[in-house]
């Protein structure tokens, strides 16, 4: 059942994006619900940070139609802006300024009260677990930290909802999950979170929802379970060979919905990988080494938009 507009905070139809001749988001559709977590994800190039730019009010629409909290980016953007909060792809704080003066600076933007601002500092630094390092300057601080900080700045007018674009590139395994923690925090407040990733564990943490682009196109949406039972199977049996490539001539027909022979092992996608496997111990097909793996998201992006390196 489509949501009442209502329950809508973003609303495209047949959104387009151009640059001279070429199109970099080519009429696509969907919808933002309010309070829930939104993804994009695609290949270098699909047309993801050119959507979200058009959403944030950064770039201006080619064609179509777009809302953002019922308002009109052409000609509302300020009054858009000053509802959300934008998470860039690379940080662009002030590296001069202490990390407690780098939110205070930015509620000016919003003219909010020094009060009120320094209030909310405290507040947002107690949140993103920076508030003993209040008075240091930004510099050298470690990526993870200024990620977060990048998030606290994200959120300092109050916003409606979180443009985050690709929000963990570059961190290492903690510094993931912490802003992970940070990130499910806000949902359960209610906040609405837009996110660009190439992270598949990261889209199944964190999306309600998600869209998978490819050539500026839509090509699937649903939730992380919907997609995969679509577009996949229960279980994907990983097969290696002590010969690398093996000349199978056949011998895996039938034991899969779909067999991918890949340079260094093939995929089995079946819905009972230790069944399968049984199977091939059966017909007597030597293999090095089988793994049993449920199916995730990527398996899914990777069908989707395919294995080649997009540049």
């Not at 001749?21 to 994800?41: H, P, Q």
């Not at 449920?294 to 990777?302: G, H």
Request: aromatic share 6%.
């Amino acid at each position: 059942m489509p949501p009442s507009l209502s329950e809508v905070l973003v609303h495209a139809r047949r959104l387009t994006k151009r640059f001279g001749t070429f199109t970099a988001v080519d009429a696509v559709d969907f919808d933002v619900r309010t309070g829930e977590a939104f993804g994009f994800l695609g290949p270098n190039g699909a047309g993801k940070t050119s959507t979200m730019k058009m959403i944030a009010c950064s770039s201006p629409i080619t064609e179509g139609d777009l809302t953002v909290i019922g308002m009109d980016p052409r000609a509302q953007a300020p009054q858009i802006k000053a509802h959300l909060g934008v998470v860039p792809k690379t940080d662009n704080l002030d590296a001069e300024l202490t990390v407690r003066e780098n939110l205070e600076m930015y509620a000016r933007y919003f003219d909010i009260p020094n009060e009120v601002a320094r209030r909310r500092t405290d507040e947002l630094l107690e949140f993103v677990q920076l508030a003993e390092r209040a008075d240091d300057q930004v510099d050298p601080l470690s990526g993870g930290m200024k990620r977060r900080l990048t998030l606290a700045r994200a959120l300092v007018n109050d916003p409606e909802f979180l443009i985050l674009d690709e929000p963990t590139t570059g961190l290492d395994p903690q510094a993931r999950h912490l802003l992970w923690e940070r990130l499910y925090r806000l949902k359960q407040r209610g906040a609405t979170l837009i996110i660009t990733t190439h992270y598949m564990d990261e889209a199944e943490q964190l999306c309600d929802r998600l869209v998978v682009m490819d050539k500026a196109k839509i090509v699937a949406e649903g939730s992380p379970r919907e997609l995969i039972e679509r577009y996949s199977t229960r279980e994907v049996l990983e097969l290696r060979f002590p010969d690398g490539r093996p000349g199978l001539d056949g011998r895996l027909d039938g034991l899969a919905e779909r067999v991918e022979e890949l340079p260094d092992r093939v995929l089995l996608y079946t819905a009972d990988g230790e069944g399968t496997l049984e199977t091939i111990h059966a017909r007597d097909i030597h293999i090095d080494s089988a793994l049993v793996r449920r199916a995730t998201l990527e398996d899914v992006f990777l069908r989707l938009t395919g294995r080649s390196l997009v540049e």
